[in-house]
C-alpha cells in the first residue's frame, strides 16, 4: 500500500497523559500537513511542513502540541498534557510540492484519539 | 474571513434516490474546489476537482457544479447506493494549494 498511513489508528488515554501519534506520507510528497476533526465537523489545519521545515502553525496548536518531521519523511504529532478537549480524529495528509494533481492532498485513515 | 458553508447539515434518503448537495464558499483568490467522501473513521478520499474555468465534473454516479461568479457549488448524487453513505466535504484552495478550507461536511445516509 502506497498511500498515506498512521499509526496508532485508536488511542485512548487519561487526562493529563503525554501521546504521540505517526504519518507516513507518500514517498515522493514533500509536502506533509496534521489536521484536526471532532463529529461532525470538517477537518481544522493545525501545521504543516514542506520537507522538514515546519511552515505554518494554526492557532488552534498550542504550547501543548508539537509536530516534528525531522527527515523530511516521517512526522510525528505529540500532545503533552492532554485534556478531555484535546479528544478528535487526528488526520494527516501529504501532496507533492508542484502545482501536480493541482495541490490534492491524499489523506490518511487518521488517529482517533479518546481523553477519558 | 475566507469560509466554506454547507448544506444541508444531513440527509436521508431511499436506496436508488438522487440528492443534490450544496456549498456556498468566500475564499479568495480562489484556485479550484474539491468534493471529498469520508467514510466513518476514514480520512478524506477526492471525489472531483474543478479549478474557476469548469462548470461541471463527473465521476460515474457523482457529478459537480461550480458557478465561479455565485462561489456556489453542487454535487449531484444519481441513483444512490447504500454505500454512498458518509460525510461529503466542500473543500476550496486559495492560489498557493497550501490554504484549503474546509466544509463542516453534509452527512448522507442511504437507507434499504
Known amino acids: 500500500d502506497t498511500g498515506v498511513s498512521q499509526d496508532p489508528r485508536h488511542k485512548i488515554t487519561k487526562r493529563g497523559q503525554n501521546v504521540t501519534f505517526r504519518c507516513d506520507p507518500i514517498?515522493?510528497?514533500?509536502?506533509l500537513y496534521w489536521y484536526r476533526q471532532t463529529l461532525g465537523q470538517g477537518p481544522e489545519f493545525l501545521t504543516y511542513?514542506?520537507?522538514?521545515?515546519?511552515?505554518?502553525k494554526s492557532r488552534l496548536l498550542s504550547d501543548r502540541f508539537s509536530a516534528e518531521r525531522p527527515k523530511g519523511s516521517f512526522s510525528t504529532l505529540e500532545i503533552q498534557r492532554t485534556e478531555q478537549g484535546d479528544s478528535a480524529m487526528y488526520l494527516c495528509?501529504?501532496?507533492?510540492?508542484?502545482?501536480?494533481?493541482?495541490?490534492?492532498?491524499?489523506f490518511g485513515p487518521g488517529t482517533r484519539l479518546t481523553v477519558l | 474571513k475566507n469560509q466554506v458553508e454547507q448544506s444541508p447539515q444531513s440527509l436521508i434518503i431511499l436506496e436508488g434516490k438522487n440528492c443534490t448537495l450544496q456549498?456556498?464558499?468566500?475564499?479568495?483568490?480562489?484556485?479550484?474546489l474539491r468534493w471529498y467522501k469520508q467514510d466513518t473513521g476514514r480520512g478524506p478520499v477526492s471525489l472531483t476537482i474543478?479549478?474557476?474555468?469548469?462548470n461541471t465534473k463527473s465521476n460515474g454516479r457523482y457529478t459537480a457544479t461550480l458557478d465561479a461568479d455565485t462561489k456556489q457549488s453542487s454535487l449531484h448524487i444519481t441513483a444512490s447506493q447504500l454505500s454512498d453513505s458518509a460525510s461529503y466535504i466542500c473543500?476550496?484552495?486559495?492560489?498557493?494549494?497550501?490554504?484549503?478550507?474546509f466544509g463542516p461536511g453534509t452527512s448522507l445516509s442511504v437507507i434499504p
Open positions: 495528509a501529504s501532496r507533492t510540492g508542484t502545482s501536480g494533481r493541482q495541490g490534492e492532498q491524499f
Open positions: 514517498s515522493e510528497h514533500n509536502r
Open positions: 511542513f514542506q520537507n522538514e521545515a515546519q511552515l505554518e
Open positions: 456549498c456556498n464558499y468566500t475564499v479568495s483568490p480562489f484556485s479550484n
Open positions: 474543478m479549478t474557476f474555468s469548469e
Open positions: 473543500v476550496v484552495s486559495e492560489t498557493s494549494y497550501d490554504k484549503v478550507i
